[in-house]
Nanobody
Framework: QVQLAESGGGLVQPGDSLRLSCAAP????????MAWFRQAPGKERDFVAA???????LYADSVKGRFTISRDNAKNTVFLQMNSLKPEDTAVYYC??????????????????WGQGTQVTVSS
C-alpha cells in the first residue's frame, strides 16, 4: 500500500512560520502531481496547493502569497512552507497525489493517494 508520510505540524502563534514535509515513494513522486489539502474540524477537506514537476504551482486564494509548495526531487519529498500563519489556518494538513489534469487539481475526489495528516494549530 502506497504511503505518503507527512511531518512538521505543530502549535504556533499567529504570524509564525511552519514547514510541512511529505515523503513519497519514488514512482509516485516522479509521475504524479503532489498536493496539500487541509481539513478544519466540522468542515470539508479543502485544496491548499499543488505542483507537478516542471510546472507552475497552483494555490488556493486563501494562502496565496503566504504559502509556498516546493519539491526536492533528490529526496522524493514535497514541502509546504507556511508563513504569516493565521488562526484560520488551523487544520489537519494532508499530502496527496494525483494524475489528473491541472484544471482538476482542486478536486478532492481526483486524488489517488493520501497521507494520514499532520495537525497544524495556530493560536495565541
Amino acid at each position: 500500500q502506497v504511503q505518503l508520510a507527512e511531518s512538521g505540524g505543530g502549535l504556533v502563534q499567529p504570524g509564525d512560520s511552519l514547514r510541512l514535509s511529505c515523503a513519497a515513494p519514488e514512482h509516485i513522486f516522479r509521475g504524479y502531481t503532489m498536493a496539500w489539502f487541509r481539513q478544519a474540524p466540522g468542515k470539508e477537506r479543502d485544496f491548499v496547493a499543488a505542483q507537478r514537476s516542471g510546472t507552475y504551482p497552483l494555490y488556493a486564494d486563501s494562502v496565496k502569497g503566504r504559502f509556498t509548495i516546493s519539491r526536492d526531487n533528490a529526496k522524493n519529498t514535497v514541502f509546504l512552507q507556511m508563513n504569516s500563519l493565521k488562526p484560520e489556518d488551523t487544520a489537519v494538513y494532508y499530502c496527496a497525489a494525483t494524475r489528473t489534469i491541472r484544471s482538476s487539481w482542486r478536486e478532492v475526489g481526483r486524488y489517488d493517494y493520501w497521507g494520514q495528516g499532520t495537525q497544524v494549530t495556530v493560536s495565541s
